[in-house]
């Protein structure tokens, strides 16, 4: 995902992609701010997830909003938030042994019922005319 606004600067090479989530109740402010050039500042609400490309030796602060201000809570190397990019054999669709690996075992597990007595067939009621 390509930073549109504020795209990194041409020098910098070895750009991640990077994936940070505000798992706290309160709104936040990430920002990088060690790569000259660069300005990258967002608001994290509550449970966002917020993914971004930054250079490898960039360093993010989280800064957490309380009344009437903000604090620096945090800071994270970049290379910790590190999103694994999948490779191209993993979108092969011609593949030769096709295996769906998400799906290997049931969500739902087969119930175990007694059959016999216990079980009787569902009756619907239904409507034969309106006058």
């Keep these: 995902m390509a930073q549109i606004l504020d795209p990194l600067p041409p020098e910098q090479s070895g750009k991640i ?24 500042e967002r608001v994290v609400f509550p449970g966002q997830r917020l993914v971004f490309e930054a250079p490898r030796k960039g360093q993010m602060e989280i800064h957490t909003g309380m009344m009437a201000s903000a604090i620096l809570s945090d800071k994270i190397p970049c290379d910790r938030l590190m999103l694994d990019e ?30 016999g007595d216990t ?12 006058d």
Excluded: M
């Design 17 to 40: 992609l990077c994936c940070y989530i505000n798992a706290t109740s309160k709104i936040q402010i990430a920002r990088i701010c060690n790569i000259s050039n660069w300005y990258f």
């Design 86 to 115: 999948p490779s191209i054999y993993e979108f092969d669709t011609d593949s030769l042994a096709e295996k769906d690996l998400i799906n290997t075992k049931p969500i739902v597990q087969q119930i175990n019922t007694k059959t």
């Design 119 to 130: 079980t009787k067939p569902l009756q619907v009621a239904g409507l034969a005319a309106i």
